[in-house]
């Protein structure tokens, strides 16, 4: 008798044949996708030189360098908290890099590994007091924002001297350093960056963890429902605090690499790059509220911001115009966020 | 004529209780007590789980039905009393420790992630992987066809295990938890005012799957303040009001009328009717009142 009740979806007449576009429209990315496809279209129409490769590359690498953070944002933001300390955190990780390095005047991969020891522990202390606390992740993270900024600005003047760390492109290690984080990969004719491809690698990794791992499955318990999620044995707190941890990590790379990128970092840059990387991960379809999102959304609203960013210069616009923008995409994106979601809570 | 009151040691310490199969009860609580700070929630607790059997726990709102769910489900730690799983006395750390011991709560707000499928839900905290070492992932086809099947055997019949579980009725909620609780071998299965929120028709489904889980063999603990919904399924029930145990009986001692009367308590019934007679309250239902009155002092 119970054996007639399994049968395959298709056959049962309740669930109604959606159609591949249908499938599609229930993603939680479709609306970045739409958005960054009207956008290229619209771009490609206004300006002779945004389809050339070398506009797209350069607009690539704009938008891998919001879109590695929103990697990390993104998974924290499912996990149903915010980190407003990650703009000026990825310079803390570069001037930590840089100033230990010249100061003790050791190889330079020996700052590098302390720098991604000191992101990890940024990301880790932030978690943690949040789970000690358990205040919002806005007030944690805005007090780390706001500490960081002033031990960025205060320990490099103090050590250095300067506003700026010193130049430490004669040092030993920064020809390999920045092999790995700042150089270009030829193809074709056209330079691309590497920060592209570790972009790109860094969104396939943690799309499987997402999709395919235990702990993904834990990332969108506890942004779903923290409380639900700990009742059935999920380590609620060591999913979130291994997050802000992630976070960390992406910080680190990005700082590696804008401080391979030339030589030197200004201790005061960072402050409202924080923005940009939840901007990416809001328009790309993660909810603000948690539980829902994904990470290749990050990634078209980090690439839908290199558009807008690039693409503006490329059509010889005033830049001005580019805030405003933004600003609609925005509210756009969470306005379509927030009919997915009604439709997936409610029947 | 008043139900014949269980004697409590007598159904401890002698196994001749004619519901126990086995000679220790799967769960038993004695003299149970829990405060918090200078407030007693919950004192002298006395009440037994068995294999294939349903408890029943009904109180009104602040009986300290909730205070006791959370004593065995391992949220909170009792401050007097002992607590015994299949002999042995325990107290639990955290709703880890509890599930462990094969002690599965259902709770009527928090047993889902609304906006994850099905599927995952049903193996969260639990998932099949497959593969090795930092290459683990999620063995996604076992766990679906798991859930379809472990849900078609509970009788439930849904329509794709991939959508969000959200959008389920509540009742067909309670019933995946119920399920995944079953599924995971749970020996204990808790169920917290599982049909409170729910219509008629609802409510009887979910009464349905509370008969199937006894029936596969699982120790039921079913917490509500509905004994319309409680005598129908349960063969114990223990009655709590004010955080003490006003009544603990086997169901060939109780009839459900008596069992109504128990839980509302006649006296306040009779102060109910005088307060509506006084109010104007419509004569028909100062009437019914008045009838239900003179059934419980019967």
């Known amino acids: 008798m119970t054996q007639t009740l399994i049968r395959p979806p298709s056959v049962d007449e309740r669930v109604a044949v959606r159609n591949p576009l249908q499938n599609l429209l229930g993603r939680p990315e479709v609306g970045a996708l739409v958005g960054a496809v009207v956008l290229f279209v619209f771009f490609a129409l206004v300006s002779q030189t945004f389809l050339q490769p070398n506009a797209i590359a350069t607009v690539l690498y704009g938008s891998s360098t919001i879109g590695i953070m929103a990697v990390g944002v993104s998974l924290l933001m499912i996990g149903g ?39 990890v522990a940024i990301g880790f202390v932030n978690g943690w007091i949040l789970m000690k606390t358990k205040l919002p992740s806005f007030i944690v993270t805005l007090a780390t924002f706001l500490m960081l900024t002033g031990l960025n600005l205060g320990l490099t003047r103090l050590i250095g001297g300067s506003v700026s760390s010193p130049s430490i492109s004669n040092m030993d290690g920064f020809k390999s350093a920045q092999a790995i984080f700042a150089s270009s990969v030829t193809i074709g004719s056209v330079d691309v960056k590497i920060t592209v491809f570790i972009w790109i690698a860094l969104v396939a990794v943690a799309s499987w963890v997402l999709l395919r791992t235990k702990v993904g499955n834990w990332i969108f318990a506890v942004g779903g429902d923290s409380n639900a999620a700990r009742a059935v044995g999920v380590p609620v707190k060591a999913t979130k605090i291994g997050l802000f941890m992630a976070v960390g990590f992406c910080g680190w790379i990005l700082g590696m690499h804008n401080l391979f990128a030339f030589d030197s970092v200004q201790s005061g ?79 | 004529m008043n139900a014949k009151q269980i004697d409590q040691q007598q159904l401890l310490k002698d196994e001749k209780d004619p519901l126990t199969h086995t000679p220790v009860h799967l769960l038993s609580l004695e003299n149970v007590g829990k405060h918090y700070g200078n407030i007693v929630a919950l004192r002298d607790v006395t009440m037994a789980v068995d294999n294939g059997r349903v408890t029943c726990v009904l109180g009104d ?51 889902v992630v609304p906006l994850m499928p099905i599927w995952r839900n049903f193996f969260l905290g639990s998932e099949l992987t497959s593969g090795f070492g930092p290459f683990k992932s999620l063995d996604v086809q076992a766990m679906k066809d798991i859930t379809k099947k472990e849900l078609a055997e509970m009788g439930i019949d849904l329509r794709d295990v991939e959508q969000p579980i959200g959008q389920l009725s509540g009742g067909e909620r309670q019933c995946v938890a119920i399920a995944r609780a079953v599924y995971f071998g749970a020996k204990v299965l808790i169920l917290d005012e599982p049909t409170a929120a729910l219509g008629v028709k609802q409510s009887g489904v979910v009464l349905r799957y509370i008969l199937q889980a006894r029936d596969r063999g699982l120790g039921v603990i079913f917490i509500t303040h509905n004994p319309h919904h409680a005598f129908p399924v349960g063969d114990r ?53 008045q009838a239900e009155v003179a059934g419980t002092s019967r």
């Open chain 2, 61 to 111: 709102n602040g009986a300290g039905k909730s205070t006791l769910i959370k004593i065995i489900a391992g949220l909170h730690q009792h401050d007097e009393g002992v607590l015994h799983i299949m002999g042995e006395e325990r107290k639990f750390d955290s709703p880890r420790d509890a599930l462990d011991a094969g002690i599965a709560t259902v709770y009527q707000d928090l047993a």
């Open chain 2, 237 to 289: 029930f223990l009655l709590l009001k004010r955080g003490k145990s006003i009544g603990y009986y086997d169901k060939k001692d109780i009839t459900l009328d008596e069992l109504t009367a128990q839980m509302a308590g006649g006296a306040e019934l009779a102060e109910l009717a005088h307060e509506l007679e006084q109010l104007g309250g419509h004569s028909d239902v100062v009437k019914e009142v």
């Open chain 1, 81 to 119: 908290e915010f980190d407003l300390s990650t703009g000026v955190a990825v310079i803390s990780s570069a001037l930590t890099a840089s100033m230990f390095s010249w100061y003790f005047s050791t190889n330079v991969w020996v700052g590098v590994i302390l720098a991604l020891v000191v992101s």
């Open chain 1, 269 to 347: 840059e960072g402050v409202g790059n924080e923005f940009l990387y939840i901007i990416a991960a809001v328009i790309g379809g993660c909810l603000l509220t948690g539980g829902y999102g994904s990470a290749v959304g990050g990634a078209i609203g980090a690439f839908i911001f290199g558009m807008a960013n690039k693409g503006i210069v490329y059509a010889q616009w005033n830049p001005d115009w580019f805030k405003f923008f933004l600003g609609l995409m925005l509210l756009l994106a969470t306005i379509v966020n927030l009919i997915v979601k009604r439709r997936a809570e409610l029947k």
